[in-house]
């Protein structure tokens, strides 16, 4: 049977490839499971787009706030488990936007799709308070639209994330991907960027079909880590 304590003990660098999954023991939903995010919307790629952002910007800050935001969620157990491993020898990169595995003490993290609490003003570029944008989406020094630092579909992501990311996976010699269906890309390409003799292993209640060699962890991932 296979070992994840052993084979973190023995990789001299890990990158960690994580979902909304992770953050589900603190609280926040997922995305597409039965309860998640996109559950009985039309048609949520649109409501999370920067066309909607653009064209009805008071129907975008809605679902967000009334959605994403869970400013009392705490980190749990894998992303203190996580946060220690990869400051001790390896890298985060994670698609979630919702900063607890830089809350959990993590030095090494790329935010993929960036950080629902990261708030610039779209006119003046001004960063302001996330608590400001939860009580309006209008900059009161000038009236602009507010909005958070991630990325909606429709636009680019970060180049600095992306290549911070695509270096961290080329390091690795143990990559572990974790509570992600590992199906949206460009986030799914970054195994493409491992060396041919790194070891993958996925962690996840679902099983995954993934397009090459992995070890496939099923159980739940609060469990495996609190054993780590």
Same mark, same amino acid.
């Given at each position: 049977?296979?070992?994840?304590k052993?084979?973190? /003990?023995? &990789?001299?660098?890990?990158?960690?490839?994580t979902?909304?999954?992770?953050?589900?023991?603190s609280?926040?939903?997922?995305?597409?499971?039965?309860?998640? @995010?996109?559950?009985?919307?039309?048609?949520?790629?649109?409501?999370?787009?920067h066309?909607n952002?653009?064209? +009805?910007?008071?129907?975008?800050?809605?679902?967000?706030?009334?959605?994403?935001?869970?400013?009392?969620?705490?980190?749990?157990?894998? #992303?203190?488990?996580?946060?220690?491993?990869?400051?001790?020898?390896?890298?985060?990169? /994670?698609?979630n936007?919702?900063?607890? #595995? /830089?809350?959990?003490? &993590?030095?090494?993290?790329?935010?993929? +799709?960036?950080n629902?609490?990261?708030?610039? *003003?779209?006119r003046?570029h001004?960063t302001?308070?996330?608590?400001?944008?939860?009580q309006?989406? +209008? +900059?009161?020094?000038?009236g602009?639209i507010?909005?958070?630092?991630?990325?909606?579909?429709?636009?680019?992501?970060?180049?600095?994330?992306?290549?911070?990311?695509?270096?961290?996976?080329?390091?690795?010699?143990?990559?572990?991907? *974790?509570g /992600?269906?590992?199906r949206?890309?460009?986030?799914?390409?970054?195994?493409?960027?491992?060396?041919?003799?790194?070891?993958?292993?996925a962690?996840?209640?679902?099983?995954?079909? @993934?397009?090459?060699?992995?070890?496939?962890?099923?159980?739940?991932?609060t469990?495996?880590?609190?054993?780590?």
């Amino acid at each position: 049977m296979f070992d994840l304590k052993q084979a973190i /003990t023995k &990789a001299h660098y890990v990158t960690f490839l994580t979902g909304a999954g992770v953050s589900v023991p603190s609280g926040i939903p997922d995305y597409r499971s039965k309860n998640g @995010l996109y559950a009985n919307q039309q048609n949520p790629e649109y409501l999370l787009s920067h066309d909607n952002l653009v064209d +009805h910007p008071a129907d975008f800050y809605k679902f967000v706030k009334d959605n994403m935001y869970y400013p009392a969620a705490k980190p749990n157990i894998i #992303h203190e488990k996580m946060a220690a491993i990869s400051n001790a020898k390896g890298m985060i990169v /994670t698609q979630n936007v919702d900063g607890l #595995h /830089t809350a959990a003490g &993590a030095e090494h993290v790329v935010e993929f +799709h960036g950080n629902l609490y990261q708030v610039d *003003c779209q006119r003046c570029h001004q960063t302001v308070p996330y608590q400001e944008y939860l009580q309006d989406y +209008h +900059h009161k020094s000038d009236g602009g639209i507010l909005r958070p630092k991630i990325v909606l579909y429709g636009e680019g992501l970060n180049e600095q994330a992306v290549s911070t990311a695509i270096d961290a996976v080329a390091k690795a010699d143990l990559i572990i991907i *974790c509570g /992600t269906s590992f199906r949206v890309a460009p986030f799914s390409m970054l195994t493409n960027y491992a060396r041919p003799n790194a070891e993958i292993v996925a962690v996840n209640e679902e099983k995954l079909d @993934l397009p090459f060699k992995f070890t496939m962890v099923q159980a739940n991932a609060t469990d495996v880590f609190a054993k780590l």
